[in-house]
């Protein structure tokens, strides 16, 4: 027995080594960092060691904006992607003879480049000298006038960024779906056919139950991936995203190592270690919340 786990140890070896440098190691370093105060990246020195790092990053409005607009991304684009992405399954499922051809296609926009998909969105939506845009065109066969959705209202910037977000995850999350309705035994419908069970009530106590785990990992994963966002909205609004009032906390960390307000490593550890609590937080609310809900 003891050779046997000896053995597994060192099978594990490799990945705990490579966990330990690219993974623990960094964290650990990351929440030193966030303590040292005034820390001088080129001299590796830092003058005290305190909260002040955090009391900065949490008045600064930069960091509060980007937070209002990571948390807006996940209340929205969750659940809706989520949902839709349900409603698709659902049809495909029903599709048996086309169901790969079509699940090819809902599966295009994932394999395509982000800037690329990016850059389509900017043609759909963006207002030019020369045109309005093809989304304001149809918008304009309802009457409605012409919106500034790439330079305009707060609004119309955010809309545009959760639309772009929901088309490019919703694939992944078709595919997963679909799989998992097809896993589903089919002598539990059959059962609720002969006893009369309607199809609302068969979705909600057979279908809903048998792939519940595939829906609390996309949830879970869902979560993690949008507060996580800043490749969205630097493919829509570029890399000046505080001057679009678009930046996300992943795009705050990043501008203050590296971008124009670039240097401070010590706020963007501070900045990390929130995020890093608050998906923390809410992964483990979610896991609280499997063990009602989720059905192995």
């Not at 309802?142 to 910037?157: C, E, L, N, R, T």
Request: charged share 10%; with cysteine.
């Amino acid at each position: 027995m003891e050779k046997n786990n000896l053995k597994a140890w060192l099978y594990l070896l490799p990945a705990i080594l490579f966990l330990g440098v690219f993974m623990v190691y960094p964290l650990i370093d990351v929440f030193v960092y966030s303590f040292e105060e005034g820390y001088n990246s080129a001299s590796q020195t830092f003058f005290g060691i305190g909260t002040y790092n955090y009391s900065y990053v949490l008045r600064d409005p930069y960091f509060l904006q980007a937070l209002k607009n990571t948390f807006i991304l996940v209340i929205i684009t969750v659940p809706l992607s989520t949902g839709i992405a349900l409603l698709i399954s659902l049809g495909l499922s029903s599709i048996q003879k086309v169901r790969e051809w079509y699940q090819t296609i809902f599966f295009l926009p994932y394999v395509t480049n982000t800037l690329a998909v990016g850059l389509v969105f900017m043609i759909l939506f963006k207002k030019t000298p020369y045109s309005d845009g093809l989304m304001n065109l149809l918008l304009g066969l309802f009457g409605v006038s012409p919106i500034d959705f790439m330079d305009g209202p707060y609004w119309a910037k955010m809309f545009v960024l959760c639309f772009y977000t929901v088309w490019v995850v919703m694939p992944f999350k078709i595919l997963i779906l679909t799989s998992a309705l097809a896993s589903v035994n089919e002598d539990y419908y059959k059962a609720a056919k002969v006893d009369g069970t309607s199809a609302f009530r068969t979705f909600g106590r057979i279908t809903l139950p048998m792939i519940s785990p595939m829906l609390f990992y996309l949830i879970i994963t869902g979560f993690i991936g949008a507060f996580k966002a800043y490749s969205d909205a630097v493919a829509l609004f570029g890399t000046n995203l505080n001057a679009a009032e678009m930046n996300t906390i992943v795009g705050y960390i990043y501008d203050m190592l590296y971008g124009n307000s670039g240097g401070y490593p010590s706020y963007a550890s501070a900045a990390a270690i929130i995020l890093f609590v608050i998906v923390l937080t809410i992964t483990c609310i979610n896991l609280l919340l499997s063990k009602k809900y989720v059905h192995y």
